[in-house]
């Protein structure tokens, strides 16, 4: 998030009410060289608008997800690291990705549905990449791959579209062995719910799924990169990261409140996933 000076009193946005735990997805945050050319992206994406200015970032908002552009040189792209992508469903891929192409941008079908896409079979799954070569996935809202299943085999209902586009998950690349210990330690530290995504293992939070696929290494941190660190927003802040300490989980840096009222945490996660922790940015 931005430097205290760039925030206003008050609740920030809209985002999907907490689990049990009190945690839900609340934002991702990006370095970009061109604020201004990764607004305009942003926007013809996903219709995202924005909410607040000022600071070092541009916030955007769609339902249930802030997205702060934050001028600077990231090391790298997402890609290459532990958090690979994020992705959003929309209402039509093949509609999205063409209105993509005539606003200048690349996009593509997701490569291994290429060929059942040029021979007019399924057009659910796309990926768009910015002017400055961050890649996002898009599902279409109704396709099957998009639904989540609990480990008890319940499917759980997604959330109901109320705008162009929602964050559908968060994409994690971990070495196998890591993959059950990933969907464990989410569902510990925030109350993930643990179930399979399509072929993926994946744990759910209000507001996005978590998916997780196998790589050969292990992958590179996010902190530094053009997808820096993702944020959750959580209720009783404080007493949240004292019981984390108290069960060993280190913070980077410590609780702290914001003469705004907006407190946050941050913390890595034991596969380099930078994770800043807020209080004060919802309204429900």
């Not at 925030?7 to 945690?23: F, H, I, K, T, Y």
């Not at 541009?58 to 249930?64: A, F, N, T």
């Not at 196998?214 to 590179?220: E, L, N």
Request: some cysteine; charged content about 20%; glycine content about 10%.
């Amino acid at each position: 998030m931005s430097s205290a000076k760039s925030r206003a009193s008050g609740p920030w946005a809209q985002l999907a009410a907490p689990n049990e735990m009190g945690v839900a997805m609340g934002h991702i945050h990006l370095f970009v060289r061109d604020v201004e050319a990764n607004k305009q992206f942003w926007a013809a994406l996903l219709g995202a608008t924005v909410c607040r200015k000022g600071g070092r970032c541009v916030v955007l908002q769609i339902p249930d997800l802030i997205i702060f552009l934050e001028q600077g040189d990231p090391c790298a792209l997402s890609e290459g690291s532990v958090v690979d992508h994020v992705c959003f469903r929309v209402p039509d891929v093949a509609q999205k990705l063409l209105d993509m192409v005539s606003a200048g941008y690349r996009a593509e079908p997701a490569p291994p549905l290429k060929a059942a896409w040029n021979s007019g079979g399924r057009r659910d799954t796309g990926f768009v990449w910015s002017s400055e070569g961050e890649h996002v996935e898009i599902m279409r809202d109704s396709a099957q791959n998009t639904k989540f299943f609990l480990d008890t085999g319940e499917e759980v209902p997604r959330i109901t579209m109320t705008g162009p586009a929602v964050l559908h998950h968060l994409h994690f690349f971990v070495p196998q062995d890591s993959i059950g210990v990933l969907k464990a330690w989410y569902g510990t530290v925030f109350g993930a719910i643990p179930g399979k995504r399509w072929n993926y293992e994946a744990a759910d939070l209000p507001g996005t799924n978590l998916n997780i696929s196998a790589v050969p290494r292990r992958m590179s941190p996010t902190k530094g990169r053009m997808l820096d660190h993702v944020g959750f927003e959580v209720k009783r802040l404080k007493t949240f990261c004292q019981k984390l300490e108290a069960c060993g989980v280190e913070f980077d840096k410590p609780y702290n409140q914001e003469p705004s009222g907006v407190a946050t945490a941050f913390l890595t996660d034991p596969w380099g996933t930078y994770i800043e922790l807020t209080e004060g940015v919802n309204y429900y």
